[in-house]
């Protein structure tokens, strides 16, 4: 069965930082770009990172760019997504996204962040 | 970045009804969207991806069309499973975006 299984979400302070974790499983994670996508309290999804099978191609939404960094593991099948100078508008679920030429086709179940003092 | 902007943010209907979900994006994206179906505190579902290309496993009553800059989701026949949320999203460029999102109520 093709699983994502996201980590390492939790209550955080401002300014704090967290690393989140992504467990793969059923299929070739070394042959598939990955991203990060969120989806804050009763609101939509926003794509915040793609890193392709490499690691050679990195890209970030602007909201994030330059306090979040996305890396893997092809060697344990994992996703990490560490995010500095965590703000209260990065409060939010946290999925692990498989990617399918820029298409999202596997979600895990996502793990929460909370931003708050 | 592409904006998609969806509409209606809202619909209700009956069981057997057809409904139309319509996605706009900001720029021509060709055929690069996908259509996501959302349950309540469930994961996004990938539903068809390239416009029209449906996920195998996914019922027929759905379909998409579109190119350029609108796009159209249709469920035929509309079943008490198919509630939720339905989202757009363009895979033309970086950054990827979704639409707002619109709520399907039975």
């Known amino acids: 069965e093709v699983q994502l299984v996201e980590s390492g979400g939790g209550l955080v302070q401002p300014g704090g930082s967290l690393r989140l974790s992504c467990a793969a499983s059923?299929?070739?994670?070394?042959?598939?770009?990955m991203n990060w996508v969120r989806q804050a309290p009763g609101k939509g999804l926003e794509w915040i990172a793609y890193?392709?099978?490499?690691?050679?191609?990195?890209d970030y939404a602007d909201s994030v760019r330059g306090r979040f960094s996305i890396s893997r593991d092809n060697a344990k099948d994992s996703l990490i997504l560490q995010m500095t100078s965590l703000r209260a508008e990065d409060t939010a679920l946290y999925y692990c996204v498989r990617d399918l030429s820029y298409y999202m086709d596997v979600w895990g179940k996502g793990t929460t962040v909370i931003v708050s003092s | 970045d592409i904006q998609m902007t969806q509409s209606p943010s809202s619909v209700s209907a009956s069981v057997g009804d057809r409904v139309t979900i319509t996605c706009r994006a900001s720029?021509?994206?060709?055929?690069?969207l996908a259509w996501y179906q959302q349950k309540p505190g469930k994961a996004p579902k990938l539903l068809i991806y390239?416009?029209?290309i449906l996920v195998s496993g996914v019922p027929s009553r759905f379909s998409g069309s579109g190119s350029g800059t609108d796009f159209t989701l249709t469920i035929s026949s509309l079943q008490p499973e198919d509630f939720g949320n339905y989202f757009c999203?363009?895979?033309?460029?970086?950054?990827?975006?979704f639409g707002g999102g619109t709520n399907v109520d039975i």
């Open positions: 720029q021509s994206i060709s055929s690069w």
């Open positions: 390239a416009a029209s």
């Open positions: 999203q363009q895979a033309n460029t970086f950054p990827l975006t």
């Open positions: 890193i392709n099978s490499r690691s050679s191609m990195i």
């Open positions: 059923g299929f070739t994670y070394s042959s598939s770009s």
